[in-house]
């Protein structure tokens, strides 16, 4: 199959035969059938990646024309994240750039993907005298963006149609939709003061194997990866974590030429991952027909969840730790409960990266609930 790698450029990409096998979803959480996209790795380079062609765009074009941001959550609110004490991800991200640069009194911002401004709202909060701007591709969240940070602060098209230079341009979960990731990365150096930097926030693939199902992501990247496209775009990495959210990669890059030291990030192979994700799915089965579906749960409503749904053909409830998730699952019809609300003797799965799951059924193990995690993921 001729295709040449998104990151490296070179015609040298093999496609594992199991994923055409897997269900997958959109990065709305919505569940697809299996049989779609085609998934390769750079021989290269190693980088993952979906073969771009027009059926696709075509996927593409259909997930993003009814797609709802956080559409799971009570007024599409920003999930939380559970790592010690619930804080929200951008709240994260904002005390993480906070800690890691010297930031002005005053400066401009530009968040890339703003959705309805949960990141201006944040950064807003820790620095008032900044000047914020969002861009969309339309104008669906243009009064919750102007709430933010007053009248005409959101653009809307693409970068490539924004004037102005910044201090500070930030994508979250922008570039692993990118299908020339080099360009638009070049776009937003183009847009940046002098002394100016970019953030970027994106999955982790290797600690996040559901990564791989979401059918909309051009490349699924390690930091190796992302180093690579930052350098052909002209940027110098100086800051990379992939602690902050975890199971996702944090930079923050200048203008510039040079890499940043980092060790190789350790993880399973491509392979290792699909093989991983077909035993999950055959460990939920395995799970529900033991317990029962009436009796069965998904712990979680996200991507993963929604992708276990579809490898199960459904299943009868949810359960979330995020109050703006309880009730009903808008996707799916079934009711989602606080995990104290869970019908006592019920078996829930907690279909997350393993690390992640054996730490939410040791925290609420308490409750009267067989829980179920996933399996070790091997290198």
């Given at each position: 199959m001729g295709t040449s790698c998104i990151v490296c450029q070179k015609a040298e990409l093999e496609f594992p035969g199991v994923y055409g096998s897997l269900p997958r979803v959109g990065s709305d959480s919505r569940p697809l059938p299996p049989g779609g996209g085609i998934l390769g790795q750079c021989m290269t380079c190693g980088t993952v990646q979906k073969v771009i062609n027009d059926a696709y765009r075509a996927e593409c074009k259909a997930i993003y024309a009814s797609y709802v941001m956080y559409g799971q959550s009570a007024e599409s609110a920003e999930p939380k994240v559970f790592d010690g004490r619930p804080n929200l991800r951008s709240v994260k991200l904002v005390c993480a750039i906070t800690r890691s640069m010297a930031l002005p009194v005053a400066g401009s911002l530009l968040d890339v993907g703003c959705g309805n401004g949960n990141l201006l709202r944040s950064f807003k909060s820790a620095?008032?005298?900044?000047?914020?701007?969002?861009?969309?591709?339309?104008?669906?969240?243009?009064?919750?963006?102007?709430?933010?940070?007053?009248?005409?602060?959101?653009?809307?098209?693409?970068?490539?149609?924004?004037?102005?230079?910044?201090?500070?341009?930030?994508?979250?979960?922008?570039?692993?939709?990118?299908?020339?990731?080099?360009?638009?990365?070049?776009?937003?150096?183009?847009?940046?003061?002098?002394?100016?930097?970019?953030?970027?926030?994106?999955?982790?693939w290797q600690k996040n194997p559901f990564d791989l199902v979401v059918a909309d992501h051009a490349v699924h990247y390690n930091a190796d990866a992302l180093c690579r496209v930052l350098n052909r775009?002209?940027?110098?990495?100086?800051?990379?974590?992939?602690?902050?959210?975890?199971?996702?990669?944090?930079?923050?890059?200048?203008?510039?030429k040079g890499s940043l030291d980092t060790k190789k990030t350790d993880g399973p192979s491509l392979d290792a991952a699909l093989g991983w994700l077909s035993r999950v799915s055959a460990l939920a089965a395995q799970a529900m027909n033991g317990a029962g579906k009436k009796y069965f749960g998904i712990f979680g409503t996200g991507n993963a969840a929604m992708w276990t749904t579809k490898a199960l053909a459904g299943v009868n409830f949810y359960v979330d730790e995020d109050p703006t998730r309880q009730g009903i699952n808008l996707l799916t019809g079934k009711q989602v409960y606080a995990p104290e609300k869970v019908p006592e003797g019920s078996t829930v799965f907690i279909s997350l990266p393993p690390d992640l799951s054996e730490s939410i059924k040791t925290r609420l193990r308490h409750l009267p609930i067989n829980w179920l995690t996933t399996p070790p993921l091997e290198n």
């Open positions: 620095h008032p005298g900044w000047k914020l701007t969002g861009l969309e591709l339309d104008g669906r969240h243009r009064e919750a963006v102007a709430a933010i940070c007053g009248g005409s602060s959101l653009r809307t098209g693409q970068l490539a149609d924004v004037t102005g230079r910044f201090d500070l341009i930030t994508a979250m979960h922008v570039l692993e939709h990118m299908v020339d990731p080099v360009e638009f990365l070049c776009q937003i150096r183009e847009r940046l003061t002098p002394d100016g930097a970019a953030i970027v926030q994106l999955p982790l775009a002209g940027f110098r990495p100086v800051f990379l974590s992939d602690g902050i959210i975890p199971r996702e990669l944090t930079v923050i890059a200048r203008p510039g």
